[in-house]
């Protein structure tokens, strides 16, 4: 099992594994809209993807956004979006594609990592916190719906 950053020529494979994943939280399967909102994110160097695979199949991804801290005048970055294929999880796959991206955004110099999850996802809580996530108890989180 190897974790890379993607190319633009994985984007194809990529966008069948992000289309599984937008079913997963309920959206109806559009292949040609994951592929787009992929390609145009990769093209607009909005996100950074690293991808999990075993023998030659994509089993997980993982997808970063960069985000900007005012306060520290520094980058962050998002961690919006990580899955693995229900067959290939409790394999460490999730693990593997967290540490990546924490290893890429140290290398970036990034001063964090944000992420939010459900707050039913308990085993993704315990995951995120045995990895070093602190939960903030600080900030509540606000959204203004505007679809």
Do not use: W
Not at 49 to 57: L, S
Not at 67 to 95: E, H, M, N
């Amino acid at each position: 099992m190897i974790v890379r950053r993607a190319s633009e020529q994985d984007l194809t494979q990529l966008a069948v594994l992000f289309d599984e994943y937008r079913q997963f939280y309920g959206a109806s399967s559009n292949l040609d809209l994951s592929y787009k909102f992929l390609k145009q994110r990769f093209d607009n160097q909005q996100s950074v993807f690293f991808i999990h695979i075993k023998d030659d199949v994509f089993t997980g991804f993982i997808l970063l956004y960069l985000g900007f801290s005012s306060v520290a005048c520094s980058t962050y970055y998002i961690l919006d979006d990580v899955y693995v294929r229900p067959v290939y999880r409790r394999q460490g796959s999730a693990k593997q594609l967290i540490d990546t991206a924490i290893l890429f955004a140290r290398h970036e110099n990034a001063l964090r990592i944000t992420l939010e999850t459900q707050k039913s996802n308990y085993q993704s809580h315990q995951l995120y916190e045995s990895m070093g996530f602190v939960k903030d108890d600080e900030f509540q989180t606000y959204h203004c719906f505007l679809k």
